[in-house]
């Protein structure tokens, strides 16, 4: 039986971050996708997800910051 390795809760994870400053938990043993690059890990599922809990905390795209942090009109 085939498992998804994204679902694997004994398995190694990092955590990859795109350029608009995403971050996704992807398993260690998977080829990264072009435009991704790993900032944490390899550990745990649990540990990874902390991580991503604790630092990412502004879910939104970073063009979309960029955007409203020029935009007069945002409060």
Do not use: K
Request: with cysteine; hydrophobic share 45%.
């Amino acid at each position: 039986m085939l498992t998804n390795p994204f679902d694997s809760p004994n398995d190694a994870y990092l955590i990859v971050v795109n350029a608009e400053d995403q971050h996704a938990l992807w398993p260690d043993l998977v080829a990264l996708p072009e435009g991704w690059t790993p900032v944490f890990g390899p550990e745990d599922r649990t540990v990874c997800l902390d991580h991503v809990a604790t630092l990412w905390t502004d879910l939104r795209p970073a063009s979309v910051r960029r955007f409203l942090a020029d935009d007069p009109a945002t409060p």
